[in-house]
């Protein structure tokens, strides 16, 4: 199971490549292809990613026709929280409860009588409560947040400015050396060759000959 709040480029690839690494991981070395396990996919998303009516689709593999289903060991599901409507709590299936508790767009007293007509979202809602009233342990997982987002900006952001300036002094020095740096840097880190001479405005034949005097490995 895979949740997405921020949308993902090539979600459905994605999601058939974690799929296949798991359905590999079901049989052993030299095992026969029966003991191959059924193996599910489910996204639960933030945000619309198919071009489909309501909130739940399940993909499997079908002929063209739709008319037969290959094997049932595939099977993908995408749960979108922006397509979820309101309806009437008591027609509600158990999978509508689920998704209009995990969306939190209900009053208390909807979220109540949610909870106290399944015993799983009542468990789920106990724990948040409880966690929530921590103060403690809820500061220490805003914390966490914060520093991975903090984190990942700042790494960026460093980067970015590291390239414009090395780019910058080079240039403005009229020598070659400042853009050699970066340039050798990027290879080492394995940036692709093409990247770096369009960084660094040099032509491919010229990065490839940086890289082999300074002793750089590159494809």
Not at 87 to 105: E, H, P, S
Not at 173 to 186: K, P
């Amino acid at each position: 199971m895979e949740v997405q709040v921020q949308k993902r480029q090539n979600m459905g690839q994605r999601s058939l490549y974690y799929w296949a690494k798991l359905y590999q991981s079901t049989l052993r070395r030299g095992e026969d292809y029966a003991h191959l396990r059924r193996t599910i996919s489910i996204n639960l998303l933030g945000y619309t990613y198919l071009p489909l009516k309501g909130f739940h689709h399940m993909y499997g593999l079908y002929d063209e026709t739709g008319e037969h289903r290959l094997t049932e060991d595939l099977e993908i599901h995408f749960l979108e929280l922006p397509k979820v409507t309101r309806t009437d709590i008591r027609q509600m299936r158990t999978l509508d409860k689920w998704m209009a508790f995990i969306g939190n767009k209900l009053s208390n007293e909807e979220m109540e009588e949610i909870a106290m007509s399944e015993a799983a979202i009542n468990m789920a809602w106990d724990r948040i409560e409880t966690f929530m009233r921590d103060a403690g342990r809820r500061r220490k997982y805003e914390q966490r947040e914060k520093y991975e987002h903090d984190y990942v900006s700042d790494m960026n952001g460093s980067r970015r400015e590291g390239l414009a300036e090395g780019l910058a002094k080079g240039r403005a020095e009229g020598r070659h050396d400042g853009i050699t740096h970066v340039a050798i840097n990027m290879l080492r880190a394995g940036t692709p060759i093409s990247t770096v001479a369009q960084m660094t405005e040099l032509t491919e034949n010229a990065v490839r000959q940086m890289a082999e005097a300074h002793g750089v490995q590159v494809p």
